[in-house]
């Protein structure tokens, strides 16, 4: 009978302190939690930080760009304006004659800019023959009833198309101005 009881007492001892782990085991769960909880809201305190940084540094940097742009505007108002007294055109296509006074020749007239003055069909008038006939050979093979007709048409659209590309060729060199 006394072991029965000594068992029945121990199995109470055991089940309390099982129950006892089980109460601390809960509160360092939820301790866990608020820590984890307060994990992140430091993380997102740290997140705000550095995006009210970027924002300062954003404004900082436009100010700076308008107080370069500022000096540059004052610095442009102040400067003298520059003369140019005497232009010399350079051909490059043509080599340098010298004439009595040691001076370049010169049969056109002078460019305040002094750039090269290019020879040559352009780009646009190469585009438009080839356009044409191209366009109008291919015209008159398509139309097989009426080949002139076809020929005529695919000329006007070969042409058309070909000076189209022969102009920007002739922009991109900068025998024509660009488009403003």
């Keep these: ?10 199995s109470v001892f055991l089940l309390t302190a099982c129950k006892k782990d089980d109460q601390v085991a ?19 305190k740290q997140k705000l ?6 924002m300062a540094y954003e404004a900082q940097k436009k100010t700076d760009s308008i107080a370069e742009v500022q000096k540059a505007k004052t610095a442009a108002a102040n400067s003298k304006p520059q003369v140019i007294r005497e232009t010399h055109t350079v051909y ?3 080599p340098s004659q010298s004439s009595s006074n040691g001076t370049y ?6 460019s305040s800019q002094g750039t090269t003055k290019k020879k040559g069909i352009s780009e ?6 080839i356009g044409a006939v191209g ?16 020929a005529v048409i695919g000329g006007v659209v070969g042409g058309a198309t070909g000076y189209t590309l022969g102009r920007a060729q002739d922009r991109k060199s900068g025998r024509v101005q660009p488009r403003n």
Aim: aromatic share 2%; no cysteine.
């Design 1 to 10: 009978m006394k072991s029965i009881v000594l068992t029945g007492l121990l």
């Design 26 to 44: 809960e509160k360092s769960l939820e301790q866990q939690k608020v820590e984890f909880q307060m994990r992140q809201l430091d993380i997102e």
């Design 49 to 54: 930080a550095i995006e009210k940084e970027k």
């Design 92 to 94: 490059r296509d043509r």
């Design 105 to 110: 020749a010169n049969n056109e007239s002078s």
């Design 124 to 129: 646009a008038a190469k585009g438009t023959v």
């Design 135 to 150: 366009g109008a050979a291919l015209g008159a093979l398509v139309n097989k009833k009426n080949r002139g007709a076809g």
